[in-house]
Every structure is written in structure tokens, then in C-alpha cells.
């Protein structure tokens, strides 16, 4: 771990603490670098929170300074105004007895210190089949855009907060072979749903039990399509600070076991004691274990979690810091579905699905496939100068990710 990328998590930890920081002064030079760290990893907001009363930052260039509080307010003041617009909205599903399950976004905003400096993309809502179109009628009503997408999700935009509305009927693509098998953990999922009122509405989501398990699941995934931020490894350690009395810890390990999760939820653990202050008097290990040092000195699992945080710093908020690493999805996703190195060929020659929706005659004609595939990989060496050496990177990227895949036991 280098010096800035240690003085970044320590600013979220602070953050995350609501605590003063109170590690070595930052230089210059280095505030820049954890101002891009905190843009990527969509966190302006928490990190301006635990810099701005610090003499050093106080002593910085002042442009820079007024550029990082700027943006830090904007973005609070935007989410604010699309939290208000998404909770209006859900009001107005409410009165047509829609029943829609939030899931991640505001319901995880609630558990901060400071919930409008959690930024968030989009909100994101699970209904059932049967009411799609009448939240289709209900959004269009209240004067948002539909946006179509494919499988099982829709999403609708307001144009005058920037809320973005994504509409699924289940939580993972059944389609998918590499984590289409995870819905049959939330076959029960509206049955077993809780109420948590925020703003004074009472938002459905998730049982406790159910939203835990899915982060990590989440998580997953998004490393299986390039990767994920920090921000996601604090919305795991808050929800288990927030809500770990109410988890059946036993049945969250053995169902994480069941699908050779278990090793990977244990070193998110680690990163969150090492780098982020977490509090985990309310985590309860495999077997019972009540301390995580012990689940370490047993070694019963692998903890490991050098690499894995590297991986995290770099991906930014959902691998899309840089071309390269979106690239290694087809990689990666090859290795889990087929359990096996990975077909880097794949990474160049994908098939109809993954094209389709940048090169739209895949839907009518998949045999122009070739086509697609020329014209992709003419793009690709137009946009980088030195082809050669992005392919390299890309492959050598995926291969060390799908590394990290053997290591968690994920694949064999």
C-alpha cells in the first residue's frame, strides 16, 4: 500500500467515523491525486468532509481548494434533490398499491453519518412482473423518460433532478451463467420484506438477512464486469454496523458457502478493520466466532486481502476507471461460467449479447457478427495510439483478476 492510496482510506475512514483526521499532513501534490481517488470512487463529498477543517488543506492552493469544495457541495446539494424527487415518486407508487422494494441507494445513504454525502448513480426498485406496466404508466405520468433495457430491467429519468429510476423484476439477469443461479436466495424476497422510514415515508425493502447477502453477491458481481469501489466495501461494514443484530449469521455464512462466496465476504471483513474503522461487534464469524482474529490464526480460510484491496483503489466505483479493465469482463465472466483460465480471445471476439446494444443490427442480423467485431477492434486501435500495448494490458489485467478469483476460491 503506498502512502497516498493510505492517506485516501484514511480520510474515508474518518469520514465514515465522523472522526477528525489526525494521520501526517497531505502535500500538494497528493491532494490532487485524492481528489481524482475520491472522483473515481464517487466519494468527493465524504473526503472534502474530513480535509476541509485540516490547517494544511486550509494552507493549500486556494483554486484548488475552492474547486474541491465546489464540486463537494454541488454533488450534495444534486443528491439531495434527487433523493426528495425519488421518495415523491415512490409516494405516488404507493397510492396506486404498487409494492416496489428499494434496494441499495437511499436505504444505504440512511446508515451514514452524513447520508446526502453518500453519492448514488440511480435508485433502484424490484416489482413484480405484473405491475410492470402500471409503473410504466405512474413514471410516465409524472413526466420521466423511459429508458428500455435488456432482460429483466427498464429504467426512467427525470431531467430536472438528474434521477435516474432503474425498474428490475429480479435482482441478478436469469439469463446470466455466471450469477443467474444467485435469485434462488430471494425466491421469498417480497414476502419477506421490512419497512425503513426515511423522510418520514416508509420505504419496502429487503429483510436485513436478504440486503447483507446480496452486497456481497452485488460486489461480486461488478468485480466479474471490472471491478468496484471502496465505497462499496463501506456500504457492507455500515450495513453490518447498522443491522447486524438482526442477521442470522449462521445462515449468512452457510449460504455464502454454499455458492463459494464465504472466502471472499472474510476479506472484505479485513479490509474493513484494516482501512476503514470497522466496528464489528455486531459481525459474528463461521462457527460462532466472535473475534476475527481468530477466524484468521485458525487458518481455516485464506486472508488475504493485499491484493484485493489493490484491485479495489484501482477499479474505481464499478471498474470503470479505465478502458482496459472493462475489457477483462469477458475474461473474467468466461472464467466463472466455465470455471477455467478464462478465454482471452473473448476479450477480443465477444458474442452477440455483449455487442448488441453498441451495435444495434446484432438484434435483426447476428449473422454480421464479423462485421461488429472488425469495426470494434478498428475503433479500439483509433481511440489508443499504442494498440499494442493497451491489448497487453488488458490481458495481463484480466489474467491477474481471474487469479484473484482462484485465490477466494470462486473458481477452482
Not at 423518460?145 to 425498474?167: H, P
Amino acid at each position: 500500500m503506498n502512502k497516498v492510496n493510505l492517506q485516501f482510506l484514511n480520510l474515508l475512514k474518518s469520514s465514515l467515523n465522523n472522526s477528525d483526521y489526525n494521520c501526517e499532513e497531505i502535500d500538494f501534490n497528493d491532494l490532487i491525486y485524492i481528489y481524482k481517488m475520491s472522483d473515481i470512487h464517487h466519494g468527493v463529498p465524504m473526503i472534502y468532509n474530513s480535509l476541509h477543517k485540516q490547517e494544511f488543506f486550509k494552507n493549500t492552493d486556494q483554486n484548488f481548494k475552492a474547486m474541491f469544495k465546489s464540486c463537494a457541495f454541488r454533488l450534495t446539494i444534486s443528491q439531495i434533490q434527487r433523493s426528495s424527487r425519488f421518495v415523491q415518486l415512490y409516494k405516488k407508487l404507493q397510492e396506486k398499491n404498487v409494492k416496489a422494494l428499494v434496494f441499495k441507494g437511499i436505504i444505504f445513504r440512511n446508515m451514514y453519518n452524513n447520508p446526502d454525502e453518500r453519492m448514488s448513480s440511480d435508485e433502484d426498485i424490484l416489482i413484480k412482473k405484473e405491475d410492470y406496466d402500471k409503473v410504466k404508466e405512474i413514471f410516465l405520468n409524472e413526466g420521466l423518460e423511459f429508458i428500455e433495457k435488456d432482460g429483466d430491467e427498464c429504467a426512467y429519468f427525470c431531467k430536472s433532478t438528474g434521477l435516474c429510476i432503474e425498474v428490475s423484476t429480479s435482482l441478478f439477469a436469469h439469463e446470466s451463467k455466471a450469477y443467474g443461479h444467485l435469485n434462488k436466495l430471494f425466491d421469498n424476497i417480497f414476502e419477506k420484506s421490512i419497512n425503513i422510514n426515511i423522510d418520514g415515508v416508509e420505504l419496502a425493502t429487503l429483510s436485513h438477512q436478504q440486503h447483507l447477502i446480496y452486497i456481497v453477491f452485488h460486489n461480486m458481481k461488478h468485480f466479474l464486469h471490472g471491478g468496484f469501489g471502496i465505497r462499496q466495501v463501506a456500504d457492507f461494514l455500515k450495513y453490518i454496523e447498522t443491522y447486524g443484530e438482526f442477521i442470522d449469521w449462521d445462515k449468512f455464512w452457510s449460504d455464502l458457502k454454499m455458492l463459494s462466496y464465504d472466502t471472499f465476504a472474510l476479506n472484505l471483513i479485513d479490509i474493513s478493520l484494516k482501512y476503514l474503522g470497522f466496528d464489528d461487534n455486531k459481525a459474528v464469524y463461521p462457527g460462532g466466532v466472535k473475534n476475527f482474529d481468530e477466524i484468521k490464526n485458525s487458518h481455516n480460510y485464506y486472508i488475504n486481502s493485499d491484493a484485493l484491496i489493490c484491485d479495489i483503489l484501482d477499479a474505481g466505483v464499478f471498474g470503470s476507471s479505465t478502458d482496459d479493465r472493462k475489457h477483462t469482463a469477458l475474461m473474467t465472466l468466461d472464467a466463472v461460467q466455465e470455471n477455467n483460465d478464462g478465454n482471452r480471445l473473448k476479450a477480443i471476439f465477444p458474442n452477440v449479447d455483449y455487442l448488441k446494444g453498441s451495435y444495434t443490427y446484432l438484434e435483426k442480423y447476428p449473422v454480421l457478427l464479423p462485421v461488429a467485431w472488425t469495426q470494434r477492434i478498428l475503433s479500439y486501435i483509433k481511440k489508443n495510439n499504442d494498440n499494442t500495448s493497451s491489448y497487453i494490458n488488458t490481458m495481463e489485467l484480466g489474467k491477474q483478476r481471474i487469479e484473484l478469483l482462484k485465490e477466494y476460491k470462486i473458481i477452482k
